[in-house]
Nanobody, 115 residues
Framework: QVQLVESGGGLVQPAGPLRLSCVAS????????MYWYRQAPGQERELVST????????ITKDSEKGRFSISRDNARNTVYLQMNSLQPEDTAVYYC????????WGQGTQVTVSS
């Protein structure tokens, strides 16, 4: 059974950093690309970043290039999203995802950027 458990969200001040983690289980983690999505209130879920196997990180949103970085630790079945210089518009629920037969999602972790 595929499980994805995100953590690391919370309240952060503008310009602050935050690192999200996602622990995966139920599939051979190192063989799959991993994704981070986010969904802001009233908006559609959007792809933020992906990292494939081999480890080729890719930040998909222009606004996040240079601020966000994705990485993975295959020994720990964990994917990370390091977010720097956070802005209020980054406020959203962040989801970890993998495509194993079908798109799988974690429960999400709330990130709120506010002073």
């Amino acid at each position: 059974q595929v499980q994805l458990v995100e953590s690391g969200g919370g309240l952060v001040q503008p310009a602050g950093p935050l690192r999200l983690s996602c622990v995966a289980s139920g599939f051979t983690f190192k063989n799959y690309a991993m994704y981070w999505y986010r969904q802001a209130p009233g908006q559609e879920r959007e792809l933020v970043s992906t990292i494939s196997n081999p480890d080729l990180p890719m930040i998909t949103k222009d606004s996040e290039k240079g601020r966000f970085s994705i990485s993975r630790d295959n020994a720990r079945n964990t994917v990370y999203l390091q977010m720097n210089s956070l802005q209020p518009e980054d406020t959203a629920v962040y989801y970890c995802s993998v495509l194993v037969g079908q798109r799988r999602w974690g429960q999400g972790t709330q990130v709120t950027v506010s002073s």
